[in-house]
C-alpha cells in the first residue's frame, strides 16, 4: 500500500519544502496563487490568515490529537512524503457442521437439519500499533446457528400439505482494528 505522510521537518513544525523556489525577503513563498496549487503553497494561521514566515508552524499549535496520531503513523520510506507498507494480514477460521435426517413412513415425510458455524477473522491490532494506516477494519468473531425442520403429508397423488418451521441466531459482529484502549 502507497500512502503520503508528513515527513520529520513537518512534525516538527518546518514545512519549507511546500514552497520548492524558495522564499522572498520577508519570508514568504512568492509563487501566485495558481502556481501555490501544483507547485508550492505558503501555509497560513487557519485562525487569522496571517502567513506563517518561512512556512514554520509552532509545534506548540499542533492540536493534541494530532500529536497522539502522528505516534502511529510511520515517517516517508520513500520519495517526498510517499510511505510504502504491507497492509494486514489476513487469518480465518472457520469451523462448520451440518446434522440432517430424514424419515419416510407412507405418506408422511419428516426432514430436520442443524447448521453451526463459527467464523473468526481477528483484526491485526500489531500492524496498527507500528502504523495506524495499516489499521484492518475487517476482523469478525460471529457464531450462527441454524434449525429448520419440514414435515410433508401426501393426502393424494395430487395434493399435499407441507409445514416448515425454522429458526436462526446470531451472536457476534465486528471487530475494531484500532490499536487504542
Not at 503553497?41 to 502522528?70: C, E, H, K, Y
Not at 430424514?102 to 453451526?116: E, M, R, Y
Request: hydrophobic share 35%; proline share 9%.
Amino acid at each position: 500500500m502507497i500512502a503520503q505522510v508528513p515527513t520529520a521537518d513537518e512534525r516538527n513544525g518546518d514545512f519549507s519544502d511546500l514552497c520548492p523556489g524558495g522564499f522572498d525577503a520577508s519570508g514568504l513563498c512568492p509563487q501566485p496563487p495558481e502556481v501555490q496549487q501544483s507547485h508550492g503553497a505558503q501555509v497560513v494561521d487557519p485562525a487569522t490568515g496571517i502567513p506563517f514566515l518561512r512556512n514554520q508552524v509552532p509545534v506548540g499549535m499542533f492540536s493534541a490529537p494530532s500529536q497522539f496520531f502522528l505516534q502511529y503513523i510511520p515517517l516517508p520510506n520513500g520519495p517526498g512524503h510517499q510511505l510504502t507498507f504491507a497492509g494486514p494480514s489476513v487469518v480465518q477460521n472457520d469451523d462448520q457442521w451440518l446434522a440432517k435426517s430424514d424419515w419416510i413412513h407412507g405418506k408422511h415425510q419428516l426432514s430436520g437439519s442443524f447448521f453451526w458455524t463459527r467464523f473468526n477473522e481477528p483484526p491485526d491490532i500489531a500492524s496498527a500499533k507500528r502504523n495506524i494506516l495499516a489499521a484492518d477494519g475487517n476482523g469478525n468473531a460471529v457464531t450462527v446457528k441454524n434449525l429448520s425442520l419440514n414435515h410433508t403429508y401426501s393426502l393424494s397423488p395430487t395434493l399435499l400439505f407441507n409445514t416448515w418451521f425454522c429458526w436462526d441466531s446470531q451472536t457476534g459482529g465486528s471487530l475494531s482494528g484500532a490499536p487504542f484502549g
